[in-house]
Each structure stands twice: as C-alpha cells, then as structure tokens.
C-alpha cells in the first residue's frame, strides 16, 4: 500500500487512515472488529474526536493492547485550557492509553476561536503543556474554513492540518496544501467523500490518490469500505477519463446546492447554528433517523428561531438559498423526530 510520511512528525503511515465518525452507527464489538480489520489491511492511523459520541470508546476497545501497533489522534472542541484539559482526560480514558500521538484542537474556524484558543487560558498553552509532560506526542489543528485554516498555518505552531479536499472541494491543493507543506506540516484529508455526498466511493479516493504526500481519513462502518480504501491505494494510481467526467458532474450536481462548512455565514442574530443545521442531510445518510435526530437535536432545535431575515445567504460564498435549506432540513429532521418516538 502507498506510505506518506506526516510532515516533520516522523510518522510514517498508509496513505489511508481510519476516521472515527461512522463507528457511531455500530455496536461496540462490531466496531473494535472493524477497526482490528483495517489494522490486519495495513491501516495504522486511526482518527477520532472528543465529541464523536462513543467513537473513542470503541477505539479504546479495538486497541487494548495494541496500542504500539496503531497512532492514534483526537480532538477536543474546547477553546480554554481547563475545558481542553478534561477533554484530554477523558480521551485518555475512553482510549485506554497514556498518550496521543496528534491532538487536535477541533474545526477552529471563527475569529473568535482563535482568539481564545492563543489568548489567556486559551487552550493552545495548555496543549503544549501536555506535550512537554508525554501526554501528547504532537499538535495539530483541523478547520473547514480556507481563511483561517491558512492563517493557523502561518503560525508555525502546528505540526498537522486537517481540512475538507474531495472531487467538489478542491481549494485547498492550490490555496492550503504548499503553505503546509512548505512549514513541513502533515496534511490530513477529511471528507473524502464530501460528507457522503460523492456516492461513487472509488472515484473519490482515486482522485485523492493523486495528491502524493497526503493522509486520506477515510470514515469506514463496513468491511467492503475498508477493503475498497485498501485496493485503491495499493498498486498503480489509476485517474481515467471516465473518472475525470465522472468527477466534474459531481460538481455539476452538488455545485449550487453543497455546503462547504466555511463558516462564512456565521453568526445568525437569532442564534440560528447555521453550518450544522445545513449538515442535517448528509447526517442522515450517515447515520439511522433516530441517531441523527440524537446527535443534531440541539443544534436543529436552533432552527425554529429563525426569522428567514436572509442575512446569512448574503455571506455565503456559494450563493446557497440558506433560509429555504433550513426549513427543508427542519421539516426532515421533524419527520425523523416523529418516526423515532
Ligand atoms: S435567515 Fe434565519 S438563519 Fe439566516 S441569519 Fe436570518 S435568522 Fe439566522
Ligand atoms: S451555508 Fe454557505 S457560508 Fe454557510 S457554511 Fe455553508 S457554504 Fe459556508
């Protein structure tokens, strides 16, 4: 299988890794076989996050006592250093080990983020802390905005940048990717698929395969994923013409209707969780009804203030009909209410 080497971190892995979102969907035992599975298929780098439910549960089982076999990385979604500091109390627990080889502070996308993760009691403090005392070995920071992926980047404090590249969300490769690799940051891929939009699961990690020195996070709950991720990044790269057409009605498609989770909307006056909301319906295809209606209650909750003022579709970049989105996912995430009770 293709190897990359992560940056100045020293680790080397598959070119494919193990993300943690879709485990949610199994059951405990079901998930440790899964993740063991990709273990047996060469896949070494395994990705989780503080807020993915019971994902670091079922990562923590998966690898009780073979834990020098696998590098693992999490998140935390706090922005403060005591906040955080839980956060990576309970990841050690829920994981069963004494370390983490990439801690990441989680989607940091607002100015306001970033200026309480650096600013006093911010987060990043903290972090490098915890890496002096062995706790993590290095740190690394995931974001879905451009702009300040880039701007975490010129900081030269992170060892990884985790962002969205996939057939419809290209910018990163010329606006990110040399920035990163040019500070001798690894760069991690999330939404290989955009979120479950890209259907044709081959394509989509065939045009990855073409960016050489990238960790493709492929989030996996069935054995055929796996396998299929295992064959796509072992012997030749293959890019054909089928596949490069294939790609650009993918654009076609989603182009006008595809949230890129930039943040750019941000913030509604009336509280309204705008990028969530907008996530509702690949939530859906990730996860039954009754999980999706858990894991984004509160955040669809959110949505019945809004006042359709229409303030938030005159930031988005991509010209989305917001206001008409988030009364569709309502109206869906109503209907999986009612089925669920
Ligand atoms: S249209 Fe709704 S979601 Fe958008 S800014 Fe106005 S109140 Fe908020
Ligand atoms: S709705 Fe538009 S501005 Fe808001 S996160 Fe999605 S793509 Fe960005």
Redesign the pocket.
Known sequence: MQTIRLGQTGIETAAIGFGGIPIIRLGRDEAASLMRLALERGITFFDTANRYMDSEEKMGLAFEGLRDKVVIATKTGMRRAKEAMEELELSLTRLRTDYIDLYQPHQVSTPEDYETLFGPDGAMGALVKAREQGKIRHIGITSHSLDMARKLVATGLFATIQFPYNIVETEAAENLFPEARAKGMGILVMKPFAGGMIDDGEVALRFLRREKDVLVLCGCDQAEQVEQAVSVFSGEPVWTEADAAKAQAYRDELGSRFCRRCEY?QP???G?R?TYAMMYRVVTRRLSPAKAVNFSGAVMET?R?????????TRCPYNLP??EM?REHLAMYDAHREAAK
């Open positions: 909307c509604c006056p009336q309204v705008i949505v203030d809004c006042v359709d003022c229409g303030e938030c579709a917001i206001p988030l």
